[in-house]
């Protein structure tokens, strides 16, 4: 793997208006360092005992992106840094996630976790818990928050057609709201979707926001 090649060719092929958030999770330091020096600035972890550390020891011009599912517990950790919130699945973690953005004096930028794939999962609003949270009372009191956008995963398949499916009806969803009239810390300007195996279709898609891991980094040795 070369990693500054692979952020090179990336970054020359992504449409305008689609960034690139390389995928660091499970890779050492080194890796980190060497698409840096390629000029990457925008990193994604999926853990926050991973996020931390990194966060620590490299240099403090990285954006980091919190794209993998969060336990109200950690917010705290990383709190103080973090850039983007990609994976808010639920109104009590976005809750917690203004707490502790109060108590450090920040304002955090989240995405909401749109559900969109087939599979079975726990995480993730739908259109309609969406809407009821753009309306709830409790969500206009949030004042440290920014409700960046939207986040989506597809299903895992080979099947092109049901992964544009997706990707499209979440587009359509990102248009309606950005075409209501919404609670002033929503701003809807991103849309976080496509990863190694789907990105290509994501951002014909309109992702703004693409999460890439393998395909600059190469295989991981082990799944989180
Ligand atoms: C790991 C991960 C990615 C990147 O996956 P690759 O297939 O390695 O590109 C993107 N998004 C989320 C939420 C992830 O956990």
Wanted: with cysteine; glycine share 6%.
């Amino acid at each position: 793997m070369n990693i500054k090649n692979n952020i090179n060719n990336f970054r020359q092929n992504l449409p305008a208006g689609c960034e690139l958030v390389a995928v660091s999770k499970t890779k050492p330091i080194e890796a980190i360092k060497e698409a840096y020096a390629a000029g990457q600035r925008v990193f994604g972890e999926n853990k926050v005992q991973e996020l931390v550390p990194k966060h620590e020891a490299l240099p403090k011009d990285i954006a980091w992106h919190m794209i993998g599912h969060l336990q109200s517990n950690k917010v705290k950790y990383i709190a103080p840094f973090v850039s983007l919130i990609h994976s808010v699945d639920s109104a009590k973690l976005l809750e917690e996630i203004n707490k502790q953005a109060a108590k450090v004096n920040r304002i955090i930028p989240c995405l909401l976790q749109l559900h969109i794939a087939e599979e079975e999962t726990k995480f993730g609003f739908s259109e309609d818990d969406v809407q009821k949270l753009f309306q709830s009372p409790e969500f206009q009191n949030l004042q440290h928050i920014e409700v960046r956008g939207l986040m989506g995963m597809a299903t895992l398949t080979t099947d092109e057609a049901q992964i544009r499916k997706e990707f499209h009806g979440l587009r359509m969803f990102f248009n309606t709201l950005k075409s209501l009239p919404l609670p002033p810390q929503v701003t809807m300007e991103e849309l976080s979707m496509g990863m190694s195996s789907d990105y290509k279709i994501a951002a014909e898609e309109g992702s703004t926001l693409i999460r890439v891991g393998s395909a600059i980094f190469g295989e991981r040795t082990y799944q989180h």
